[in-house]
Structures are given as structure tokens and as C-alpha cells.
């Protein structure tokens, strides 16, 4: 017998986060979506390309801390490309997850062009 996974169920639960420190990682979200210099579209999510500065990649850390409690669906990557080229933070899902995003504010509703 073989396990068959179902379906994720695409939906947060923000009590998976502690009360005390939603309002901060509400602002590392924003922060990292508002950053971000350039966004792909992938198979089943988006890639967000970040610049390589030490306080947002503390705030990247912070936010995949708290974000994987509440949306356990998400597949995160977190690509640094040599020397010290841009970062990329990729969010995806065993399906598709850009609709979710984009209904959570997460992203935008389409790929934004290269700076």
C-alpha cells in the first residue's frame, strides 16, 4: 500500500502565529513583497528577486519562520547567486499557489518587469 497524499488545503491559519508577533511579521511580508526588484512567474508560484542586504535577508528569515506555521502549503527556496548577485526567494506549492498569493495580497497580479 502506497501513501497517496490529498489535496492541500490552501488556506492560512493566522492562529499558528503568535498574537504578540503578527503586526511584525505583517511588516516583514510587506517589506519583502514591496522589495522586491523583480518577480517571475513559476509553474505553481512566484520568484521575487531581493537585493543581497544583510537586514532584508534577516527579514526573509523571519518571515519563512512564521509564514511556513501559518500556510503549511508553501514550498520555500531561498537561491543566493555568486558574487553576491541578487537573491531569490521562490514561494510555490504541490499545485498552484499564484491565485492564493494574489487573493492574499502576496503578490502582484502579474509578473513585474525587470529594474
Known sequence: ???????????????????????????NTKRIFTSAQEVRELETGYALRLADEIDLLQTVVAFLRYERLCCPFF???LEMEPDQGPVWLH?????DVKEFLRSEGFA??????PH
Open 1 to 27: 500500500m502506497s501513501f497517496q497524499p490529498s489535496d492541500p488545503v490552501l488556506a492560512c491559519n493566522s492562529a499558528a502565529i503568535p498574537k504578540e508577533v503578527r503586526p511584525l511579521h505583517q511588516a
Open 75 to 77: 514550498h520555500f527556496k
Open 91 to 95: 514561494i510555490t506549492g504541490i499545485t
Open 108 to 113: 502582484p497580479p502579474a509578473p513585474l518587469p
